[in-house]
T-cell receptor, first 111, second 115 residues
Framework: DAKTTQPPSMDCAEGRAANLPCNHSTISGNEYVYWYRQIHSQGPQYIIHGLKNNETNEMASLIITEDRKSSTLILPHATLRDTAVYYCIVRWVGSQGNLIFGKGTKLSVKP | GAVVSQHPSRVICKSGTSVKIECRSL??????MFWYRQFPKQSLMLMAT?????????EQGVEKDKFLINHASLTLSTLTVTSAHPEDSSFYICSAPSPGQETQYFGPGTRLLVL
């Protein structure tokens, strides 16, 4: 699986959009970009994934650049409950293997 | 949506005792489950892959005789930490692939403290 690079931490004001970047310059054509988050002392939670088109669900939006070498997870209206570590992971869809977690980005949403 | 549960959520035990942690897929079947360990301020690290009907596959550096894994059914995998020591204190998390293999669902984790 391709390696990803994320900033170690970010702050965001409550109610504002949180934009979390991820670089994955070695991504291959069949690899998807996945985002998970882990709230303190809980198991990781799936957020969203995409291949090359932008994706949106009830939790977030995923913007993938045209060359697919980077992406941005957008939380449109961050709340205090969105404070968590956010992990960007690249993997083959349908892979039966485990997920490989990097260090992620610690997002702190402040009032 | 699909849910993975773990039991217990936290456990405190004495050094030298064994602790069993259960991981269940509640509304779907999982022939494979994964066990991760997470130390404070660190990321999740895969310990082993649990396979229904066959032996578990362990990552390098993880002692198979210490961390016993049994995938008894398509909805249950157990991790037993044998002869636990304080250095085994950690947050243990299991996961299972979603029915369509598109993603993975994680359990809420088990906090183990060995005194």
């Amino acid at each position: 699986d391709a390696k990803t690079t994320q900033p170690p931490s970010m702050d965001c004001a409550e109610g504002r959009a949180a934009n979390l970047p991820c670089n994955h310059s070695t991504i291959s054509g069949n690899e998807y970009v996945y985002w998970y988050r882990q709230i303190h002392s809980q198991g990781p939670q799936y957020i969203i994934h995409g291949l090359k088109n932008n994706e949106t669900n009830e939790m977030a939006s995923l913007i993938i650049t045209e060359d697919r070498k980077s992406s941005t997870l957008i939380l449109p209206h961050a709340t205090l409950r969105d404070t968590a570590v956010y992990y960007c992971i690249v993997r083959w869809v349908g892979s039966q293997g485990n997920l490989i977690f990097g260090k992620g980005t610690k997002l702190s949403v402040k009032p | 949506g699909a849910v993975v549960s773990q039991h217990p959520s936290r456990v405190i035990c004495k050094s030298g005792t064994s602790v069993k942690i259960e991981c269940r897929s509640l509304d779907f079947q999982a022939t494979t489950m994964f066990w991760y360990r997470q130390f404070p301020k660190q990321s999740l690290m895969l310990m082993a892959t649990s396979n229904e009907g066959s032996k578990a596959t362990y990552e390098q550096g993880v002692e198979k005789d210490k961390f016993l894994i049994n995938h008894a059914s398509l909805t249950l995998s157990t991790l037993t930490v044998t002869s636990a020591h304080p250095e085994d204190s950690s947050f243990y998390i299991c996961s299972a692939p979603s029915p369509g293999q598109e993603t993975q669902y994680f359990g809420p984790g088990t906090r183990l403290l060995v005194l």
